[in-house]
T-cell receptor
Framework: AAGVIQSPRHLIKEKRETATLKCYPIPRHDTVYWYQQGPGQDPQFLISFYEKMQSDKGSIPDRFSAQQFSDYHSELNMSSLELGDSALYFC?????????????FGPGTRLTVL | GENVEQHPSTLSVQEGDSAVIKCTYS??????FPWYKQELGKRPQLIID?????GEKKDQRIAVTLNKTAKHFSLHITETQPEDSAVYFC???????????FGAGTTVTVRA
């Protein structure tokens, strides 16, 4: 079965650089969520999109922005990177409807900021 | 916002014994409670979930119970095996298209 695809899987950046993370949800899933997981931490919700509109916003820094495109893929743009941004970034997707709460996670992008 | 507390933070059990992890939540509007298993460096994987109209759900060696009045839910793993060793996260959500609020995680170690 198709799963959530994230790219790149690993990314190394310098401080103050920018990064773009991509997420391709499971086919026919129209909701995308972004989570940030620091070492030894639980995943923290950043932002979500439903039908290409932002549906919820969590602890996402102003330096970060995201959007969902017409093909439902999503991109997380991160600017002025800081050392503390080093983390695993997970994208998850869910289908609409009563069962829509079940979120399927992608393999994650490991971002290292030097 | 939702606050999910999870206990214990670490759990070591002998192979074949049972493991129990407990979580509490604060938002009475939460109605969906999944449990995820995460191995080091890997994605969280859903192992079982329960919705607020159900008090208990079982899937082979894994069971989850929910007490809406007390706002707590628990994961039970019976006949533990070494491959059950991982970090387990509970989570809560208001349901459709809502974010997941995670507990801090429980590191489970199954001793052979």
């Amino acid at each position: 079965a198709a799963g959530v695809i994230q790219s790149p899987r690993h990314l190394i950046k310098e401080k103050r650089e920018t990064a773009t993370l991509k997420c391709y949800p499971i086919p026919r899933h129209d909701t995308v969520y972004w989570y940030q997981q620091g070492p030894g931490q639980d995943p923290q919700f950043l932002i979500s999109f439903y039908e290409k509109m932002q549906s919820d916003k969590g602890s996402i820094p102003d330096r970060f922005s995201a959007q969902q495109f017409s093909d439902y893929h999503s991109e997380l743009n991160m600017s002025s990177l800081e050392l503390g941004d080093s983390a695993l970034y997970f994208c998850a997707s869910s289908p609409k409807g009563l069962a829509g709460s079940e979120q399927f996670f992608g393999p994650g992008t490991r971002l290292t900021v030097l | 916002g939702e606050n999910v507390e999870q206990h214990p933070s670490t759990l070591s059990v002998q192979e074949g014994d049972s493991a129990v992890i407990k979580c509490t939540y604060s938002d009475s509007a939460s109605n969906y409670f999944p449990w995820y298993k995460q191995e080091l460096g890997k994605r969280p994987q859903l192992i079982i979930d329960i919705r607020s109209n159900v008090g208990e759900k079982k899937d082979q060696r894994i069971a989850v119970t929910l007490n809406k009045t007390a706002k707590h839910f628990s994961l039970h793993i019976t006949e533990t095996q070494p491959e059950d060793s991982a970090v387990y996260f509970c989570a809560a959500s208001r349901g459709n298209d809502y974010k997941l609020s995670f507990g801090a995680g429980t590191t489970v170690t199954v001793r052979a």
